[in-house]
């Protein structure tokens, strides 16, 4: 059967397909992550990033079955997780994925909009409004400010 998908909805899903893996890879690392922080200091951010773990599986599954939607099979392969023995580093790896992760939403939020798939953009827009209140919950357990994420304007 030919693929008849235009460059642009294919450039959406294979986006949405590095959403996936992504999303796949913060499930991976929040659970993992949240069982190795040791420390009575990271003891409330360690039940904050098992909370996390749950909403990265409800956001996998809100674009696995976008992708569905669109006509493609969502894949099934993790990005890499970073692992430290250093609790303040896998804060910073967790951060620096959510970072990573809002850019890439708002880069979909304008491809799903160009579409016309404006359901899409807000279900993107929702996703985006947790990944940013788990940035700010990682940066306020490291003591740092929320790294700004500028590019892209959803």
């Known amino acids: ?29 929040y659970t993992v992550y949240s069982n190795v922080i040791t420390g009575a200091q990271w ?18 599954l809100i674009i696995a079955d976008q992708l569905d939607y669109l006509g493609a099979m969502p894949n099934a392969t993790p ?10 580093e896998l804060i910073r790896f967790d951060l620096d994925n959510e970072t990573e992760t809002i850019k890439a939403y708002r880069q979909r939020v304008k491809q799903a909009e160009k579409l016309g798939h404006y359901a ?22 490291l003591g740092i400010d929320v790294p700004h994420v500028l590019d892209g304007g959803a």
């Open 1 to 29: 059967m030919p693929d008849n998908k235009s460059p642009d909805l294919q450039a959406l899903i294979d986006g949405l397909q590095e959403d996936l893996s992504r999303e796949y890879q913060a499930i991976i690392a």
């Open 43 to 60: 003891m409330n951010i360690a039940a904050e990033l098992k909370k996390h773990a749950h909403e990265e599986l409800g956001h996998a």
């Open 79 to 88: 990005k890499e997780v970073k692992l430290s023995k250093k609790a303040e």
């Open 120 to 141: 899409l953009a807000e279900k993107i827009r929702k996703i985006i409004a947790e990944e940013q209140e788990h940035q700010h919950d990682l940066a306020t357990a």
